[in-house]
């Protein structure tokens, strides 16, 4: 039995919530408004605020998850059957399956080994006369590479949304994921997220119509929503449905713990940052690939951190899983590659050669711990279970 194993068990994961996040949802629970209202109103605007948008330039709709906000974005798009979207296999499922909840195919393609971001030669390669959009990831929280992207958007004339649930902040070039020129941009407050709502999500568009119709579909496809209607100057019971529309709407008290988690995202980030270049430091003497950094002058969220083993690793990948687990570190592996799920491997008849870099990435993959809550011990305990382990 190691030492570790005496030490209380370090999570894979865990939310950093506040005394002021606490406070707001129970003055939330307090105020008689508890679903989408006042509190989700302040939350858009000051996450449209956040990422720079001249108000009324850049729309922030709240939806209570990613998920959510990549189908409305799809589907204010105008994506249906007999079109087919672009994305990568190395991504969680639901980057592609609101495709199909529109009845449009996925074509999945390769990544580039270097980033496990999407390849866009890989995209370009795959285009065909049906193709509508792309939509990249970026993977851990380092940006795809979107100059590249959005110029094969515009020779084709495709439409781009952004999986960004794991980019805030990210930056390309100095600007922030969400304000590079792309139809929608989706971020993700799931739990494990750089921020959490508990579930939650924001869909980012600077089209004024794609924001409009978004909204409409959030709720039931209705052309005013229930804080309007009931706190207008003149109550009103009346309103008209307009397309067969979704629940997807962002509730008061998510909003609540959302608008302080904003405040804070800045200081998340640079905590999650200094414990990767902790980690990037004492790794580098293992048999461990760790991951890229953001080119010099630009933001890497940090969601993830994520090692591969190298040729000279003694020890298998899912073999270091369980001695860490052993230690009692938790740990994860992103992704299993969308190709090698029943779903997406029988529907295209995919096979593991189509995505040789994906599937070479997951065979040696490992997230490690990476959150605000790991103190400076915390890192040390993991680095000194993958030396014994690996050393
Ligand atoms: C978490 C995640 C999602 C889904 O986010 P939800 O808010 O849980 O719907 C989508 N794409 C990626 C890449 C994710 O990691």
Redesign the pocket.
């Known amino acids: 039995m190691t030492q570790d194993s005496r030490l209380p068990f370090l999570p894979f994961a865990l939310p950093e919530i506040g005394e002021e996040e606490i406070a707001e949802v129970v003055e939330t629970l307090r105020s008689g408004w508890i679903t989408t209202g006042p509190k989700a109103k302040r939350f858009e605007a000051a996450f449209a605020e956040y990422l720079g948008g001249a108000p009324g330039e850049l729309h922030a709709i709240a939806v209570?998850?990613?998920?959510?906000?990549?189908h409305l974005a799809l589907e204010a798009l105008g994506i249906g059957p007999g079109d087919e979207v672009i994305t990568t296999t190395y991504?969680?499922?639901?980057?592609a399956e609101v495709a199909r909840y529109l009845g449009a195919d996925v074509v999945l393609v390769d990544i580039d080994p270097a980033t496990l971001n999407i390849d866009p030669r890989a995209v370009e390669a795959a285009i065909t006369p049906r193709t509508k959009a792309l939509l990249p990831?970026?993977?851990a929280g380092l940006a795809a590479d979107m100059p590249a992207l959005l110029d094969i958007a515009r020779r084709h004339g495709l439409k781009v949304v952004e999986?960004a649930?794991?980019a805030l902040p990210t930056t390309v070039q100095g600007q922030l994921v969400g304000t590079l020129g792309s139809d929608a941009t989706?971020?993700?407050?799931?739990a494990?997220?750089t921020m959490t709502t508990g579930?939650?999500?924001m869909l980012v568009t600077r089209d004024a119509a794609l924001a409009e119709r978004a909204r409409v579909m959030r709720l039931h496809g209705m052309n005013r929503d229930a804080f309007d209607r009931f706190t207008a100057k003149v109550p009103s019971w009346y309103y008209e449905i307009v397309a067969p529309g979704f629940k997807y709407n962002l509730t008061d008290i998510a909003a609540a713990l959302g608008l302080h988690q904003l405040r804070r995202v800045d200081g998340f980030q640079r905590r999650r940052a200094e414990i990767a270049a902790r980690y990037n430091e004492a790794l580098a003497a293992l048999p461990l690939q760790t991951p890229p950094d953001a080119p010099a002058g630009d933001l890497h969220a940090w969601?993830l951190y994520a090692v591969r083993l190298t040729e000279a690793a003694s020890v298998g990948r899912d073999a270091v899983i369980e001695r860490l687990f052993e230690a009692g570190i938790g740990c994860s592996v992103?992704?299993i590659p969308l190709h090698l799920h029943p779903y997406w491997r029988d529907r295209y008849q995919l096979s593991p050669a189509q995505f040789p870099h994906s599937q070479r990435a997951y065979e040696t993959i490992i997230s490690l711990p990476l959150y605000t809550r790991m103190c400076d011990a915390d890192v040390e305990r993991v680095i000194d279970a993958l030396r014994r382990i690996l050393g």
């Open positions: 209570n998850s990613a998920t959510a906000g990549l991504t969680f499922t639901a980057t990831v970026h993977y999986d649930a794991h989706v971020f993700s407050f799931y494990n997220k579930e939650g999500g969601h992103h992704y």
